[in-house]
């Protein structure tokens, strides 16, 4: 079965400074992969997508796939204590209807 | 637009009542509906998914079930409730398979 891990499990960060998140996963014939965040335990809100190796860019936020070495990370440009939430890494395999998800990463944005 | 609506916002049970969470979807018709899972600092697991009217598939047993009885309407129910079952419950829908997930605001199940 899949494993997504994502690191680290916290960040601070200050606002204005980048902040990088990385996400590893075990099926190298995942094909789909995500970003979404979430504030306190309320609903996900999709952040970027990207479904092959390079960059995605998505406003402030950019994706980067490197499937041959299993890894995925989000940068997060100029960020603002309003990004402040746990963001979560998904992937999926090739059947598409399974999404997997990571255990997140907490940031938090100081002002 | 699409909306999605998740009901009750929260729910407090006892353990071995019965249970059942709604999700509908309007805006968007034959949409891929499907239900996860999150316990308290736990991570996020796809419970079922559904592709149409009366086709449910199971990701994850966890005593749970899901029915579809209308394109719009994704319900998720159990006869006896564990405390194992607290939790954040999300419903998603995408337009088709492969497509961007969109989540309702979840559900709060505390199972005393």
């Known amino acids: 079965q899949q494993k997504v891990q994502q690191s680290p499990e916290s960040l601070t960060v200050s606002e204005g400074a980048m902040a990088s998140l990385n996400c590893t996963f075990s099926?190298?014939?995942?094909?789909?992969f995500r970003w979404y965040r979430q504030h306190s335990a309320k609903g996900l809100e999709v952040l970027v997508s990207?479904?092959?190796?390079g960059e995605k860019e998505e406003g402030r936020f950019t994706a980067h796939l490197n499937r041959a070495n299993l890894h995925v990370s989000l940068h997060i440009r100029e960020p603002q204590p309003s990004d402040s939430a746990v963001y979560l890494c998904?992937?999926?395999?090739?059947?598409?209807?399974?999404?997997?998800f990571g255990s997140g990463t907490k940031l938090t944005v100081e002002p | 637009a699409q909306t999605i609506h998740q009901w009750p916002v929260a729910e407090i049970k006892a353990v071995g009542s019965p249970l059942s969470l709604g999700c509908t979807i309007k805006?968007?018709?034959?949409?891929?509906l499907y239900w996860y899972w999150q316990a308290t600092g736990g991570t996020l697991q796809q419970l079922f998914y559904?592709?149409?009217?009366?086709?449910v598939e199971s990701v994850v047993q966890l005593n749970l079930s899901a029915s579809r009885p209308k394109d719009d309407q994704f319900i998720l129910s159990t006869e006896k409730l564990l405390l194992s079952h607290s939790g954040f419950y999300l419903c998603?829908?995408?337009?088709?398979?492969?497509?961007?997930?969109?989540f309702g605001p979840g559900t709060r199940l505390t199972v005393l």
């Open positions: 099926d190298g014939t995942s094909n789909n």
């Open positions: 990207i479904f092959s190796d």
């Open positions: 998603a829908w995408s337009p088709n398979r492969g497509a961007e997930q969109y």
């Open positions: 559904s592709i149409t009217v009366g086709q």
């Open positions: 998904a992937v999926s395999m090739s059947n598409y209807n399974v999404l997997y």
């Open positions: 805006g968007k018709s034959s949409p891929n």
